[in-house]
């Protein structure tokens, strides 16, 4: 199901259905929306694991209804030999994308689920067990499910660099052909690995037994991680960036994401539609929207960074002042010219509301597909590459340091509107995540469209990510061709690419209205579902 025409009491929406089927299971037996979103966590790190796992990181934005939100920042620090030096004494002038010396940050994403976990428990009177949360991830571990078409071709398009990776082809490939699309899929190391969390406890992942194997299989395949990286390490609750929008109001995660862009992108927007309105759809609103981006991006790419490090406070840039002046800076009739540098990445998003209105976003990725490519022996965890963001040159914004974050383009995002809607809203995609969140805000909240027309209306994409080696503004095919030849004109430098492109990101938007009815989609570029009861 991609959508639900019908109002739920409770929902969750995930880019893979059998996700969201063990959330709303959680959901149906009495479970808070974080219980619910942690036993969908760890299933999609199951079922899609091109596209996240256990070795990456994540991001919560939760929300109880009355209440200030809550972040909680799971995102993985550089390990202690984690430096320029040691890279130059690999022969490396720049940190590679693929193995085991893209392995150079901490796993965030366990240490995230305990820490909301224990929010639950103490905010929201969470009491469901872990071994609850996660029998469904091990039951599709240990018996398999059958493989979706995005991961057997992400596993075809990027085998050449993933096969000299230690671990990879022996549990991607275990019968060493390429997946087929549907064929059944088992990871039984993982399942293990996964049974021990339950039993021992997620903390188990940093500083027990699995914990030492983890770092120590990464040490011995070449990584600079070691068990000390992984054992120092926890996820920290932090406050969220909050913006004032005309129609209510929008938080997202503060850096190292890059939720200030999504949040300045509807900032700067909203003030152009006050001054000129535009209808949706048309030419005008797409241009407005691609000029905000352009507008958003500036400001990131001068600012986020790891939040102890960080050169001028990101919240001053969401005052009515600092927006006023980026949508002063617009053309309403050409197009500013681009690129700017741009950020590549692959992310699932998944969102879920209880039937109390308790909230959560959140996001969980590897970075590329499939991360660094390594599996570290017996685990079944693929982990991360999100450490190639990092730049060894000292004077960079994102300079690689111990123990530092790296720049994230994760980014949940959440709304309370004046007129008693709630939003939860994400999608993965890396550049493409500001641009989407705010294509789906604008037609659901500006533009009153359904959530099911939201998520699938023809989006745009502008500069390189999933893979597209270009910087153009990108538009699917199914935008008119007068949409498409007026924005031409306006000097956009633009490709038109197929229709319902996974490109765009696996967007999700569930909306809760005052009365308690929730209505949710998922994206149709996606394997995704909504379930709830």
């Not at 940050?105 to 009491?127: C, D, F, N, P, Q």
């Not at 990131?300 to 002063?328: C, G, I, K, S, Y």
């Not at 079944?380 to 960079?396: H, K, M, Y």
Request: net charge negative; charged share 20%.
């Amino acid at each position: 199901m991609l959508a639900n025409n019908e109002p739920l009491r409770a929902a969750v929406t995930a880019p893979h259905y059998l996700a969201a089927e063990a959330g709303a299971g959680v959901l149906e037996e009495g479970g808070n929306a974080i219980e619910a979103m942690v036993a969908a966590a760890a299933t999609i790190a199951v079922v899609y694991p091109h596209m996240n796992g256990l070795g990456g990181d994540s991001f919560w934005l939760l929300r109880e209804p009355g209440k200030a939100p809550l972040g909680v920042e799971a995102c993985g620090t550089a390990a202690a030999r984690a430096t320029p030096a040691w890279y130059r004494e690999q022969g490396l002038d720049e940190i590679p994308h693929r193995g085991p010396v893209a392995a150079n940050t901490v796993a965030g994403t366990v240490a995230g689920w305990r820490k909301a976990l224990a929010l639950s428990e103490a905010e929201w009177g969470g009491r469901l067990p872990l071994g609850r949360l996660l029998a469904p991830a091990i039951v599709h571990a240990r018996d398999g499910f059958a493989m979706t078409r995005s991961q057997a071709e992400a596993t075809r398009d990027k085998h050449s660099e993933l096969a000299p990776q230690p671990g990879f082809d022996a549990h991607f490939l275990p019968g060493g052909a390429l997946p087929v699309p549907g064929e059944g899929f088992r990871q039984p190391a993982l399942a293990d690995t996964l049974e021990r969390l339950a039993r021992a406890g997620l903390q188990d992942f940093y500083t027990g037994e699995l914990g030492r194997a983890l770092g120590e299989g990464l040490a011995a395949a070449g990584s600079p991680l070691q068990p000390e990286d992984l054992a120092a390490y926890a996820a920290r609750q932090v406050a969220p960036l909050e913006m004032n929008h005309s129609l209510g109001t929008l938080w997202n995660m503060p850096p190292p994401t890059q939720g200030l862009a999504s949040l300045i992108i509807l900032g700067v927007f909203d003030r152009l539609q006050r001054r000129h309105p535009v209808a949706a759809e048309s030419p005008e609103w797409v241009h407005a929207m691609v000029e905000s981006i352009k507008q958003a991006f500036l400001v990131r790419n001068r600012v986020v960074t790891d939040p102890d490090h960080l050169p001028e406070d990101p919240q001053q840039w969401l005052r009515p002042e600092a927006l006023d002046a980026l949508a002063d800076a617009v053309d309403r009739e050409r197009a500013l010219p681009w690129p700017q540098p741009a950020h590549l990445g692959d992310t699932v998003w998944l969102g879920a509301i209880d039937a109390e209105g308790r909230c959560v976003s959140f996001i969980q990725s590897l970075f590329h597909e499939f991360g660094s490519g390594v599996v570290v022996p017996e685990t079944g965890v693929t982990w991360q590459n999100r450490g190639c963001s990092f730049s060894l040159d000292p004077g960079a914004l994102n300079a690689l340091h111990p123990g530092r974050r790296p720049f994230h383009t994760l980014n949940p995002a959440m709304a309370c509107l004046e007129d008693g809607r709630t939003l939860v809203y994400g999608t993965m995609g890396g550049e493409g995540q500001p641009q989407t969140q705010a294509a789906v805000f604008a037609r659901a909240a500006v533009f009153n469209q359904s959530p099911g027309e939201a998520v699938a209306a023809p989006r745009w994409l502008l500069g390189k990510t999933w893979g597209a080696g270009t910087d153009t503004l990108k538009l699917e095919a199914d935008f008119p061709p007068a949409l498409v030849e007026t924005l031409r004109g306006q000097g956009h430098d633009l490709e038109v690419v197929p229709a319902c492109n996974s490109a765009m990101g696996h967007a999700g938007l569930l909306v809760r209205d005052d009365a308690g009815n929730i209505l949710a989609a998922s994206d149709p570029r996606s394997d995704g579902g909504v379930a709830g009861v």
